[in-house]
């Protein structure tokens, strides 16, 4: 069987290091027949400010982006098949997903199958204007392929695990055009110079998560999952997660969660260089810094019409807060710490913190 | 010799595909399984939006499950 029909009204907000951004969605699925569906989201992004190392050679951003994903979905026998199109649209990078999706069901329906197919072009730019007055430089493209296979598979009648495997290849202009490496440079006044990124125009990665869900004694449910990344840019990431699931009576659900991640930096990336042009391919882009991060979650939902209403099944408000802490070993703070005290290469490294808020009402039907 | 060591390993595949898998656990013993806990994400808008604030801060990126699009998100 499809899912139920739905739809959710959702709010979001991103709180943190120096930006904050906030989100607004709408989402409709329904069902054309029993075995067909369709399924559509609007998706819009409010930024306000931006990350420290843009901040360190630009003004304040302000953005909206826009998506737009539309999905339809059919069922026959064990399989099911799904497409879908993702476009989105910010005023300097626009952004168009197709996806194509199998899923199977064998072996008495104890074990789910599923392989997956996206492609991605999107056109990046570069707003050389103000936040009111954008001019905005298209500098080219990118193309994303990935590929997934996943595999669900029931245990127990307590347990179930699953296993995913993720290829993904870029090409194209594959660096973020807000940010600049930096070099020593005893001619300025801060002791460095500022160049442009220049990355591969190639990138392949390879990322697999494992991940187990077990129904404990009581009503309740414990999850925990490992991801392991690595890619051709040097990077390799580890992701530990572990969450626990606890209904109480009909009307509530509650959830927290505990996640930690940590990554080494990429091989051509460097706060510093010693000179310019020190070798062929540079960044300094935050992201492909070592770094960590932990992430503390909590969320309940609320079934206010757990029997429904009018024509709904099921009405729910469901809340979700994460607080974050961001902290990087070769990313250094170089917009609140330089000259005469600091001088380029001994700033404190980077860290900040984050607060996630999600806000949503779903109703069944 | 070669041509064994092809022969073997889909044989073996025949043999197994010959077999029907019986479930171990029976569609009686899923109840638990059918329960809303159990799912692998409940909120499908909530886990994509959570997956795109990751995947804008960290190297990784893939294998969560979700397709998503791409951003120039700073």
Same mark, same amino acid.
Request: charged fraction near 20%.
């Given at each position: 069987?499809?899912p139920?029909?739905?739809?959710?009204?959702?709010?979001?907000?991103?709180?943190?290091?120096?930006?904050?951004?906030?989100?607004?969605?709408?989402?409709?699925? @329904?069902?054309?027949?029993?075995?067909?569906?369709?399924?559509?989201?609007?998706?819009?992004?409010?930024?306000?400010?931006?990350?420290?190392?843009?901040?360190?050679q630009?003004?304040?951003?302000?953005?909206?982006?826009?998506q737009?994903?539309?999905?339809?979905?059919?069922?026959?026998?064990k399989?099911?098949? %799904?497409?879908?199109?993702? !476009?989105?649209?910010?005023?300097?990078?626009?952004?168009? $997903?197709?996806?194509?999706?199998?899923?199977?069901?064998?072996?008495?329906?104890?074990?789910?199958? $599923?392989?997956?197919?996206?492609?991605?072009?999107?056109?990046?730019?570069?707003?050389?204007?103000?936040?009111?007055?954008?001019?905005? %430089?298209?500098?080219?493209?990118?193309?994303?392929?990935?590929y997934?296979?996943?595999?669900?598979?029931?245990?127990?009648?307590?347990? *179930?695990a699953?296993?995913?495997?993720?290829?993904?290849?870029?090409s194209?202009?594959?660096?973020n055009?807000?940010?600049?490496?930096?070099?020593?440079?005893?001619?300025?006044?801060?002791?460095?110079?500022?160049?442009s !990124?220049?990355?591969?125009?190639?990138?392949t990665?390879?990322?697999?998560?494992? !991940?187990m @869900?077990?129904?404990?004694?009581?009503?309740?449910?414990?999850?925990?999952?490992?991801?392991?990344?690595?890619?051709?840019?040097?990077?390799?990431?580890?992701?530990?997660?572990?969450?626990?699931?606890?209904?109480?009576?009909?009307?509530? &659900?509650?959830?927290?969660?505990?996640?930690?991640?940590? !990554?080494?930096?990429?091989?051509?990336?460097?706060?510093?260089?010693?000179?310019?042009?020190?070798?062929?391919?540079?960044?300094r882009?935050?992201?492909?810094?070592?770094?960590?991060?932990?992430?503390?979650?909590?969320?309940?939902?609320?079934?206010?019409?757990?029997?429904?209403?009018?024509?709904?099944?099921?009405?729910?408000?469901?809340?979700?807060?994460?607080? *974050?802490?961001?902290?990087?070993? %070769?990313?250094?703070? &170089?917009?609140?710490?330089?000259?005469?005290?600091?001088t380029p290469?001994?700033e404190?490294?980077?860290e900040?913190?984050?607060?996630?808020?999600?806000?949503?009402?779903?109703?069944?039907? | 010799? #070669?041509?064994?060591?092809?022969?073997?390993?889909?044989?073996?595949?025949?043999?197994?595909?010959?077999?029907?898998?019986?479930?171990?656990?029976?569609?009686?013993? #899923?109840?638990?399984?059918?329960?809303?806990?159990?799912?692998?994400?409940?909120?499908?808008?909530?886990?994509?939006?959570?997956?795109?604030? #990751?995947?804008?801060?960290?190297?990784?990126?893939?294998?969560?499950?979700?397709?998503?699009?791409?951003?120039?998100?700073n």
């Open positions: 069987m499809l139920d029909d739905r739809a959710d009204v959702f709010y979001s907000k991103y709180s943190g290091g120096g930006m904050d951004i906030t989100g607004y969605s709408a989402l409709v699925r @329904k069902k054309v027949t029993e075995n067909f569906a369709i399924e559509a989201n609007y998706f819009v992004d409010k930024v306000s400010g931006a990350s420290v190392d843009v901040l360190s630009a003004s304040v951003i302000k953005d909206t982006r826009k737009k994903t539309v999905s339809v979905e059919y069922l026959h026998d399989t099911t098949y %799904n497409a879908s199109f993702i !476009q989105s649209v910010e005023r300097d990078y626009i952004s168009n $997903t197709a996806h194509i999706s199998l899923s199977q069901d064998m072996f008495g329906d104890l074990t789910t199958v $599923t392989l997956g197919f996206s492609r991605t072009r999107d056109k990046v730019g570069e707003n050389n204007g103000t936040a009111n007055v954008p001019i905005v %430089n298209w500098l080219g493209h990118a193309d994303t392929r990935n997934d296979v996943g595999i669900s598979q029931i245990l127990t009648k307590n347990l *179930i699953g296993i995913n495997f993720e290829v993904v290849t870029d194209g202009f594959l660096a055009p807000y940010r600049s490496v930096r070099f020593l440079d005893a001619q300025t006044p801060k002791g460095y110079g500022l160049a !990124q220049v990355y591969p125009d190639t990138r990665s390879t990322a697999v998560q494992t !991940q @869900k077990y129904y404990l004694p009581y009503r309740a449910a414990v999850t925990g999952s490992y991801r392991f990344f690595r890619d051709t840019w040097g990077i390799i990431g580890h992701t530990v997660e572990l969450d626990y699931t606890h209904p109480i009576g009909k009307e509530w &659900i509650l959830e927290g969660r505990a996640r930690y991640y940590r !990554q080494n930096s990429a091989t051509f990336y460097s706060d510093l260089f010693a000179i310019a042009g020190q070798q062929n391919f540079e960044a882009d935050q992201n492909l810094a070592s770094q960590n991060n932990t992430t503390i979650g909590v969320k309940a939902t609320w079934a206010f019409r757990p029997d429904g209403w009018l024509f709904f099944k099921r009405m729910t408000l469901t809340g979700d807060i994460e607080r *974050i802490r961001f902290s990087y070993s %070769n990313f250094r703070d &170089i917009r609140d710490f330089g000259v005469p005290q600091y290469g001994s404190p490294l980077y900040f913190s984050a607060t996630v808020y999600q806000i949503f009402m779903s109703a069944f039907f | 010799m #070669r041509s064994l060591t092809r022969v073997l390993p889909l044989s073996a595949l025949l043999l197994l595909g010959a077999c029907s898998i019986q479930p171990w656990v029976k569609p009686y013993e #899923r109840d638990r399984l059918a329960d809303p806990i159990m799912a692998w994400d409940r909120d499908a808008v909530s886990a994509a939006y959570l997956d795109h604030i #990751r995947e804008s801060r960290e190297g990784s990126r893939g294998a969560t499950g979700g397709a998503g699009g791409g951003c120039g998100c």
